[in-house]
Protein backbone atom coordinates (compact mmCIF):
# COMPACT_ATOMS: atom_id res chain seq x y z
CA UNK A 1 0.00 0.00 0.00
CA UNK A 2 0.93 3.85 -0.61
CA UNK A 3 1.74 5.21 2.67
CA UNK A 4 1.27 9.54 2.97
CA UNK A 5 3.86 10.15 5.74
CA UNK A 6 2.51 13.87 7.31
CA UNK A 7 3.72 16.15 9.94
CA UNK A 8 0.73 17.44 12.26
CA UNK A 9 1.09 21.13 13.37
CA UNK A 10 -1.73 22.24 16.00
CA UNK A 11 -2.16 25.51 17.16
CA UNK A 12 -3.77 26.12 20.44
CA UNK A 13 -4.92 28.89 22.25
CA UNK A 14 -7.34 30.90 24.51
CA UNK A 15 -9.53 32.83 23.57
CA UNK A 16 -12.59 34.79 25.85
CA UNK A 17 -14.87 32.21 24.68
CA UNK A 18 -12.89 28.92 25.96
CA UNK A 19 -10.68 30.28 28.44
CA UNK A 20 -8.88 26.72 28.48
CA UNK A 21 -6.94 26.15 25.69
CA UNK A 22 -8.20 24.25 22.48
CA UNK A 23 -6.64 23.78 18.94
CA UNK A 24 -8.12 26.11 16.71
CA UNK A 25 -5.98 25.89 13.59
CA UNK A 26 -4.84 22.09 12.32
CA UNK A 27 -1.87 22.08 9.38
CA UNK A 28 -0.37 18.65 7.85
CA UNK A 29 2.40 18.86 5.67
CA UNK A 30 2.85 15.82 3.41
CA UNK A 31 6.68 15.15 4.06
CA UNK A 32 7.17 11.75 1.94
CA UNK A 33 5.12 8.96 -0.02
CA UNK A 34 6.33 5.44 -0.07
CA UNK A 35 4.81 4.25 -2.91
CA UNK A 36 3.09 0.64 -2.73
CA UNK A 37 4.73 -0.66 -5.74
CA UNK A 38 2.65 -1.89 -8.90
CA UNK A 39 -0.88 -2.24 -9.39
CA UNK A 40 -1.77 -5.94 -8.69
CA UNK A 41 -5.31 -5.46 -10.20
CA UNK A 42 -4.93 -3.56 -13.54
CA UNK A 43 -8.20 -2.65 -15.15
CA UNK A 44 -8.49 -3.16 -18.74
CA UNK A 45 -10.25 -0.42 -20.09
CA UNK A 46 -10.82 0.16 -24.22
CA UNK A 47 -9.50 3.08 -25.16
CA UNK A 48 -10.09 4.45 -28.99
CA UNK A 49 -10.52 0.60 -30.00
CA UNK A 50 -7.54 -1.30 -27.94
CA UNK A 51 -7.32 -2.41 -24.80
CA UNK A 52 -5.39 -0.53 -21.61
CA UNK A 53 -4.47 -1.44 -18.57
CA UNK A 54 -4.83 0.86 -15.80
CA UNK A 55 -4.10 0.44 -12.05
CA UNK A 56 -7.14 -0.11 -9.94
CA UNK A 57 -6.58 3.01 -8.24
CA UNK A 58 -7.92 5.56 -11.27
CA UNK A 59 -10.29 3.45 -11.78
CA UNK A 60 -12.11 1.90 -9.03
CA UNK A 61 -13.46 3.47 -5.89
CA UNK A 62 -10.77 3.35 -2.25
CA UNK A 63 -13.05 0.43 -1.27
CA UNK A 64 -12.39 -1.76 -4.32
CA UNK A 65 -8.43 -0.60 -4.76
CA UNK A 66 -6.00 -3.80 -4.63
CA UNK A 67 -3.06 -3.33 -1.67
CA UNK A 68 -0.72 -1.65 -3.56
CA UNK A 69 -2.94 1.05 -4.62
CA UNK A 70 -4.71 1.89 -1.20
CA UNK A 71 -3.62 4.85 0.72
CA UNK A 72 -2.65 4.76 4.32
CA UNK A 73 -1.92 8.07 6.08
CA UNK A 74 0.64 8.21 8.94
CA UNK A 75 1.05 11.18 11.27
CA UNK A 76 4.44 11.12 11.67
CA UNK A 77 4.94 13.72 13.81
CA UNK A 78 2.51 16.22 15.62
CA UNK A 79 3.76 19.47 17.20
CA UNK A 80 1.21 21.75 19.06
CA UNK A 81 1.86 24.94 19.36
CA UNK A 82 0.79 27.96 21.56
CA UNK A 83 -0.13 31.26 19.41
CA UNK A 84 1.01 33.81 22.47
CA UNK A 85 3.90 33.20 25.05
CA UNK A 86 1.92 31.91 28.56
CA UNK A 87 2.66 35.02 30.59
CA UNK A 88 4.27 34.23 34.09
ZN1 LIG B 1 -10.63 30.05 20.53
ZN1 LIG C 1 -4.33 -1.46 -7.84
Known amino acids: M ?31 VIPGGPCRAPVTVRCGGKAVQ ?7 PAKRQCGACRVIVTERTITTRHLTEVAG
Do not use: S
Open 54 to 60: IPCHRHE
Open 2 to 32: TIYLVDIEQVIHTCPAFADPHPFDTRRTLVD
